[in-house]
């Protein structure tokens, strides 16, 4: 059974950092896509980052140049480093895999989902 766990949410003052992990069990990272979705209350799930299995990465256009996306394939766990952080960026996290390795902002073409974990952006 496929599981993905999200972790490293919490409180955090603007400008602030903060690291999260996605670890997959029962399925390996080899030859698929992990990607990073948001969603605050009252609001659309949004794309935040992807990276495929050869190394692309894209971002959604209110994170790029303050968040980083990583692999780790021998812990199975790809990483959403954001820095930078402001209070629009305040949401539930989640991470998705996509079987088509495909790249893409669209969640409709994700296969798996994490159970997400929140992000406070506050002072």
């Known amino acids: 059974q496929v599981h993905l766990v999200e972790s490293g949410g919490g409180l955090v003052q603007p400008g602030g950092s903060l690291r999260l992990s996605c670890v997959a069990s029962?399925?390996?990272?080899?030859?698929?896509?992990i990607g990073w979705f948001r969603q605050a209350p009252g609001e659309e799930r949004e794309f935040v980052a992807v990276l495929t299995w050869s190394y692309e990465a894209y971002f959604g256009h209110s994170v790029k140049g303050r968040f980083t996306i990583s692999r780790d394939n021998a812990k199975n766990t790809v990483y959403l480093q954001m820095n930078n952080l402001k209070p629009e960026d305040t949401g539930v996290y989640y991470c998705?895999?996509?079987?088509?390795?495909?790249?893409?902002?669209?969640?409709?073409?994700?296969?798996?989902w994490g159970q997400g974990t929140q992000v406070t952006v506050s002072s």
């Open positions: 998705a895999a996509d079987l088509g390795d495909r790249g893409s902002g669209w969640d409709k073409v994700y296969d798996y």
């Open positions: 029962g399925l390996t990272l080899s030859g698929l896509a």
